[in-house]
């Protein structure tokens, strides 16, 4: 891996940020999400940075509830696809055959439906708590996960090392483990961090939509949707989920573009 | 001498590392004359040839020294002048035809566009020159070759359709880069007598590159011997075959003409693997009709044929790898099922593989420890430090040194890594290995090292090698017998000695005089030869 760059050093910080709110959020907040303190959309007054919501609560303090809330929902659905998405890639591409084509076309045939329709079917008839929001993502976004995994395995499965492998008798996870997942860590890394971020709006769109975290529970989306009248009066409160989420998305994705970036230099032919 | 058409003087290239991969070179090269560089990989003999357009590859870049192409200069120069050259004055050919031409557009259009690009010639002009070069280069179908696609037509006619291309606007130099290395040996005469005849009808430069000292002493006038972008050494073609001054040519050409086996006597075992009526389809085309064969302890079975002759199909059906073969295979006097997966673990170990391309052979990210411990682990179930000694013993029976162990295949040369397949496959004490082209992508010096060194592993572990390769030469020193094939069928087997005995016939005679020999009146003698007058 080359060394970070300046601007991979600023999304690695950015990053390192959230991280923080997501695992500390609502200690770091003042006032709890629901207290309602001020009046709507009040002005920033001291120990009030960002001033007062649509119903008059603290805004700091609802962005940091809400950090927690929206990076925790994305990160376990992401974590959840890849889980599911990279050993079914990978065993898809090793077996071949009916296993690999049961799959593939059971994943074309959800990827044909745009995952915002699917999601709000499935939103709408199970009703939207958390688990059921962070699986119907997660398995969504898994489709796209498989097919990635799968290409990638099946690129590395047809170079000779892996048919040496074969021919001496080694079983699927071997193959799997030793001689394809080294290999292809780094694109898929580099997708993390860009599903990551995809789903993070994904999330923020649903809750925008209504469907996404119920209230009172604070979440970016949500706190977007619920300000917006205020830009009509020229008022930021929308303004700060709205940069919350643009920040960690530039941020993610500077840090992929990163990692991306060691990968495509040129490996040097026949020198 | 007439003033040179191109003057290079004092070229250093330098990587994006900033290491040099030239370091002071200079070329002369009068009209008409045809100048040949010699070299193995890393020479720098193909940065050498882009210099002449002013050109540095994948990064590279011309960091000193001057190019004049007649009389003009180029480096240090302004774009336009480079680009009113190349093309134009200087044109390339490269070794990869297929790759040269846009398979989407018909290959008359692509053969003239340069020469409309440059402003050379009017359409019909450069239509009628471009027809002209299609007869010289006795291109088949004159009328319509024009209007056919790259895929439409065979490799060697690719690779005329690229030189008249590069002639489009009648440059003064021709920059050959290996043109014939990726052909057949039987295309590549083709290709050698239809270039040479152009390029002394036009009395176009040339410099002609490749690692091929046989080849270039057919068609240069002088050769440059070049070694880590460094000039060995420099004298007409006669002068660098007949009496080579440097040690480093004089290795190059006892290689090159060297015949003597490398085993002179041995004893064979019992048989150890037949083969009876194979047949191999992929999908609705045949690759395989009917092939038997058997082979013996201790023996060395050479498997000869051009590309498409199925000789590696042949391999990888004995391996297990095809999907759908017919015909019988024992093996040790068991049967040999014909898919990998129903072989047992120990008859797998039995048979091991070694590939062409080493870089592929082995993963990246394992360390050659964990590339040669596995076999020991897995088959005899070796640890700790029964595990260490064996991957030492593996080694310096290869001949590497023992601390090799830590080290990622990316940092070693290629002839390291093909001795570490081969130390992967010993490592399984196999009683076949099945050889696939293992020389064929390494330089001739290496290879020769990698030869003798199968040759001395036989005699100590008393091994079966199925040898499939496309070099007579290769053959000629290792095998016992020789087995030819062409299209999936054997045309010709029995013992080495007797094949490469004249009179050669048919196919197998075809064959054995295609191959270049090192002197200067070679293919003089093949052109007699063919056209009895």
Redesign the interface.
Known sequence: MRKPTFTAWLGLAIIAVYLLVLIAGPWLAPFGQEEIIGSPFGDPEPGHLFGFDQNGRDMLSRLLFGGQMSIGVSLSAVLISFSVGIPLGFLAAIRGGWFDTILSRFVDTIMCVPVLISALVVLQALGSSLPVLILTIALLDSTRVFRLSRVLAQGVNA???A??A?????GGFWLIR??IL??VAGPLVAEFGLRFCFTFLFVAGLSFLGLGVQPPFADWGGMVKDNQQAIVYGLYAPLYPAAAIAILTVGVNLVVDWMLAGRAA?Q???? | MTDPILRIRDLVVSAPDGRRLTDGINVDLAPGEVLGLIGESGAGKSTIGLAALGYGRGGCTITGGTVQVASRQIIPGSRQDREQVRGARVAYVAQSAAAAFNPAQRLGDQMIETALYHGAMTRPEAIAWRDELIRVLQLPNPETFPDRYPHQVSGGQLQRAMIAMAMACRPDILVLDEPTTALDVTTQIEVLVLLRGLIRRYGTAALYITHDLAVVAQISDRIMVLRHGTLVEEGTAQAILESPQQDYTRRLVAERSAHDRLVKTRELGPQILSVDQLQVHYGQSQALFDVSLTLCRGETLAIVGESGSGKSTLARAIAGLPPQSQGTMRFDCAALPANYRARSRDMLRRIQLVYQLPDVALNPRQTVAEVLGRPLQFYFGLKGKALTEGIAALLTDVGLPVDFASRLPGSLSGGQKQRICVARALAAKPDLIICDEVTSALDPLVAEEVLQLLARLQQEHHLAYLFITHDLGVVRRIADRTLVMQKGKVVEQGPTEQIFTPPWTGYTGELIASVPEMRRDWLDDVLARRTPV
């Not at chain 1, 074969?166 to 080694?170: F, V």
């Not at chain 1, 040097?268 to 020198?271: F, K, P, W």
């Open positions: 170079l000779e090392f048919e040496v074969r021919l001496r008798g080694e030793k001689e080294p290999n040129p040097g032919d026949n020198r």
